[in-house]
């Protein structure tokens, strides 16, 4: 573990975070996207250019996709951080 980032200062903890980030990272994942064939559909929906997507009638669903993908991403990556920073704020 000497090798990993040299600003964190408890890796063993951040391990610890992201294990304990994945069960409600997996319910707000079910609550956004119900199982794995609505999200692969989300998925195709915000890959789709904009252009096609408005010719197709389909413009707000890709922004939306967009939007709950985009939203789901940063929670992937903030809620381990918070939870990180919070806990390393009490060990130290």
């Given amino acids: 573990m000497q ?3 040299p600003w964190v200062d408890h890796p063993w903890l951040l391990l610890a975070c992201l294990a304990l980030s994945v069960p409600p990272l997996r319910d707000i994942w079910r609550m956004m996207f119900g199982d794995a064939a609505d999200f692969a559909e989300d998925l195709r929906l915000a890959a789709l250019p904009d252009w096609w997507a408005w010719f197709q009638g389909r413009y707000w669903d890709g922004q939306w996709a967009e939007l709950k993908l ?9 809620l381990p951080a ?7 704020g009490w060990v130290n």
């Fill in 70 to 78: 985009t939203v789901f991403a940063l929670l992937c990556v903030g």
């Fill in 82 to 88: 918070a939870l990180y920073r919070i806990i390393a």
């Fill in 3 to 5: 090798s990993l980032i």
